[in-house]
């Protein structure tokens, strides 16, 4: 499985902040968007879970999304 491949089914097993992801030098402007795009999918189904008191989760999760939307916004997405 590619490097790509991997993040695209979950950024966070290659990435610890989107930052990283705007960062990589080994992928493509149109990968890193994709990326990150799957990481917002994440970061708000994980949003919504919170706001429905899953007590497991915390407030990481939205300043996550916040991250990921800065990220996209420096790529121009």
């Known amino acids: 499985m590619s490097k790509f491949s991997q993040a695209l089914l979950d950024p966070t097993s290659l990435y610890k902040l989107p ?19 799957r990481w917002e999918y994440d970061a708000r189904a994980l949003q919504i879970a919170e706001e429905e008191n ?19 916004h420096i790529l121009g997405a």
């Not at 705007?22 to 990150?36: A, G, R, Y």
């Not at 497991?56 to 990220?71: I, K, N, T």
């Open 19 to 37: 930052m990283e992801v705007v960062e990589d030098q080994s992928l493509t402007v149109d990968q890193k968007i994709q990326i990150l795009h």
């Open 54 to 72: 899953m007590p497991e989760l915390s407030e990481e999760h939205g300043s996550m999304l916040s991250r990921v939307l800065d990220a996209l």
